[in-house]
T-cell receptor, first 114, second 112 residues
């Protein structure tokens, strides 16, 4: 069974460009999480969805960040416009149920904004 | 304001010895704690967890201890193996939810 799939694995873009990160959660999981990992702040939760509905987006840093989950098998995280300080590794994770603490992470997307 | 803190950025241990990774938290409402392990270029993977009603949970070479009065938990790895070299994240969850708050991570290096 495939795990969480993220694409692209690496993204290099110029400041001001739009960036879209994609995630396919594990089939049957109904919670999806977007995290950002930086050296300074470690793993930060940006937003999470339950049954395709955003539950908590308090971690989204600014209006430049947006996330969607149009169906149970796909989610996107968009940054528009991108800035150099957005450079980080972005992880998507999924889990089953509303009180499942064990989350399954994808391999991450390394974003570099120059 | 970091609610989950891992104050040691890195730890180096000799193969066969004990590795002890520490984690402190500030929110007394946290009721479930987890450790995740992360290798380079991979996502974190779940390692072990503990509920706030317990003070110890053991799984093979891995044991997690929880001291609620001190708001402190630790992960013990005995014996340590070179394959344990990774970044270890401590995480905590609030009651009735599945939102995890992670620490910044500790890099463990096990030398052979």
């Amino acid at each position: 069974d495939a795990g969480v799939i993220q694409s692209p694995r690496h993204e290099v873009t110029e400041m001001g460009q739009e960036v879209t990160l994609r995630c396919k959660p594990i089939s049957g999981h109904n919670s999806l999480f977007w995290y950002r990992q930086t050296m300074m702040r470690g793993l930060e939760l940006l937003i999470y969805f339950n049954n395709n509905v955003p539950i908590d987006d308090s971690g989204m840093p600014e209006d430049r960040f947006s996330a969607k989950m149009p169906n149970a098998s796909f989610s996107t995280l968009k940054i528009q416009p991108s800035e150099p300080r957005d450079s980080a590794v972005y992880f998507c994770a999924s889990s089953w149920g509303t009180a499942s603490y064990e989350q399954y992470f994808g391999p991450g997307t390394r974003l570099t904004v120059t | 304001d970091q609610q989950v803190k891992q104050n040691s950025p890195s730890l180096s241990v000799q193969e066969g010895r004990i590795s002890i990774l520490n984690c402190d938290y500030t929110n007394s409402m946290f009721d479930y704690f987890l450790w995740y392990k992360k290798y380079p270029a991979e996502g974190p993977t779940f390692l072990i967890s503990i509920s706030s009603i317990k003070d110890k949970n053991e799984d093979g070479r891995f044991t997690v201890f929880l001291n609620k009065s001190a708001k402190h938990l630790s992960l013990h790895i005995v014996p340590s193996q070179p394959g344990d070299s990774a970044v270890y994240f401590c995480a905590a969850s609030l009651e009735y939810g599945n939102k995890l708050v992670f620490g910044a991570g500790t890099i463990l290096r096990v030398k052979s």
